[in-house]
């Protein structure tokens, strides 16, 4: 069984920067990512960001393109949402996921592990 520790989260005012991280202890044989998504109260999971495991594909949600950068680190399992630029609608609490089968990259349904999230907090 993976499991997922996220950290990083907290309060920061509007324009500010936070670095989330995500360490898994293990790596399943079928994980090809690693992604982010986050969930504001009273609203569904959304995806955020993803990088494929092999390769260096990304992919963002087009509120975040420009001022967040998803990266990994493979030797660690590891992997880092850096957030800039952050603004009130940015918060929510944050999850990291391992993605295990193949399909849309944005689909709840395609990550079979989930982290206990992390919330963030930007303040206006």
Known sequence: QVQLVESGGGLV???GSLRLSCAASGRPFNMNAMGWFRQAPGKEREFV???SWSAS???YTDSVKG????SRD???NTVYLQMN???PEDTAVYY???RTSYGDWTQVAHYAFWGQGTQ?????
């Open 96 to 98: 990291c996921a391992v």
């Open 85 to 87: 630029s952050l603004k």
């Open 13 to 15: 005012q509007a324009g």
């Open 67 to 70: 001022r967040f950068t998803i």
């Open 57 to 59: 594909n990304t992919l």
């Open 49 to 51: 960001a993803v990088t």
């Open 74 to 76: 493979e030797a660690k």
């Open 120 to 124: 963030v907090t930007v303040s206006s």
